[in-house]
């Protein structure tokens, strides 16, 4: 066992999931498998925020409810988003009489929760928890960007904020596919300032934890069928596959990135998808279905996080940029 | 913490991040960016021949009248959501006519409703446009100097 990584010896398993999609998500290459696709962003709320948090109450609702649990029998309920002081898993959790543990690691919150959930069921501390976490474009554009309708160019390099939410109940009993160890990721800073350039400045701390979980586990990249990080999108990955192999990896065969894959990439969305709700919704519902259907049985999660604001930017800090890891696997 | 041999190896990633980002293709900007405004302009100008000729307005009531026009069809445009859709494609081009600077209110104006008529809508109208106009200000104000000093010789 190493510094960064936990082993769940009791091997706690992911019982069920659920995700919610924008419009914009559910018109994607992978639309078909979401469990529920809004057809409109307001999802029937006069505001987006709003919406985003009946979005996170709506998947943590029916992650329940299709687990077949009680509500009364989840011990916590861990989630968070993107939008200053975490309000919509806040507001969300207010409807739900569950513990709640709020956290925030902007879009890497998904593994996080995760990792969290699956050290306190495993320390039998609990024994059903809910993972949550979401975004919108709309809410996420004017925190960190301009109005909606503003007349402004997108750069290349720019990613686009997923509209979705997803959730999933990681339990000590029942069936599904277990969570075997995660290695927590530390802050890492290349010194990468322009926030139009997220996978760039992401792409290091995806790189340290990924080492970090290979020489700690002692497996390698052929140990997993799948190595899925979060939200690099298709400039991120290219970097993270160049600087990991200089560092003796290849990748280049297992990884997947879900901002990739969540758009048809056009224009508009240049790199591809991005926020606390693009890992989310791949992992819940694609990811995790092929797990069910065996198609792949050893996965490696790591959703990357950019952990600035927009007052750092204009401040003209650097971004720090953080990783978790989580192992998905059959029995 | 950030040590000699640290910062080399940031500085190898960042030129090797700007070498593999993709780069603005600044000539088909440039391009669009012109035939936009100068079309924007172009509308300007029939406008002001309209009124001109056919309402016989003229001198500052006439280029009060064409800036009101155009100042009204960027915002309406604006409303249903077609100048974002312009400026995506013209980006200069749309920004700096008088258009733009209506867009730059009225987008706020209609994204911050939510937060209240007073806290939301009148005080975050300005987010994008309170520094042009704080620039334009102290700039006529040094031209103005300016134009004063050199009057007394």
New interface residues.
Partial sequence: MGKHTIWFHSRPSIVSTYSVAGKKEGDGPIGSVFDRILSDDYFGE??F?KAECKMLSTAIENVIKKSGYDKSDIDALISGDLLNQIVSASFAARDFNIPYIGIYNACSTVTEGLALGATIVDGGYMSDVVVATGSHFSTAE?QYR????????????SQWTVTGSGAAIISSRGDGPSITAATFGKVVD???SDAN?MG?AMA?AAMDTLITHFTETGRTPDYYDLIVTGDLGA?GS??LK??ISQNGYDISEKHVDCGEVIYNIDE?E?QGGSGAGCSTIVFCSYIYGKLKKRELNKVLFLATGALLSTVTTQQGETIPCISHAVAVEND | MADAKNSTVNKAYISFVSEISPRTNERRSLFNAFAVGGFICVIGQFLRYILQFMFSLEGDELAGAVSMILIFLSAFLTGIGVYDRIGKYAGGGSIVPITGFANSVVAPAMEFKSEGFVYGLAAKMFIIAGPIIVFGVVSSVAVGLIYYIAGLF
Avoid: D, M
């Fill in positions: 006069k505001t925020e004017r301009y109005p909606l309708e503003f007349g402004s160019v997108r750069p290349p390099q290349y010194g990468v350039n760039a290091p400039l290219r970097i160049h600087i508009e240049y």
